[in-house]
């Protein structure tokens, strides 16, 4: 079992949505934020940099969305459920735009190619969040 799913379950606060679900979230996050820093380092060393320029911006922001939102739907104590939404939409929304743009280099470049599916699987763990917080 992931670091997040046990920690949750341990955590004393009953929470407010399925912990499966957002410990899914959490792990999204924090995986899409590595793949997301990696694929922009990487992109950094390709002859091609300069057609990279836009992938590598949308990956900084995309690895810092996923990160401030992992961090933040960590927290559990006295959560605040409109921010807690916004920033799910905001990560869901990083993903779905840093993953196509990842795509769009995805037959020349296998960072990017894994870069998208990490970016794919946060945006669909996003969505699933969001359901739930219904």
Known sequence: M???????EAHPWP???????????????????QACQSCADAC?????????RKCIRLNLDCDDVCSATARVLTRQ???????????????RQACATCGEECESHASHHEHCRICAEACRRCEQACAALLDAMK
């Open 15 to 33: 929470g407010h949505v399925d912990r499966s679900v957002l410990a899914e979230c959490i792990e999204a996050c924090v995986e899409c934020a």
């Open 77 to 91: 104590t006295e959560y605040d459920a409109p921010l807690s939404r916004a920033l799910v939409e905001v990560c």
């Open 44 to 52: 950094l060393s390709e002859e091609s940099v300069a057609d990279l």
């Open 2 to 8: 992931a670091y997040a799913q046990r920690m949750l």
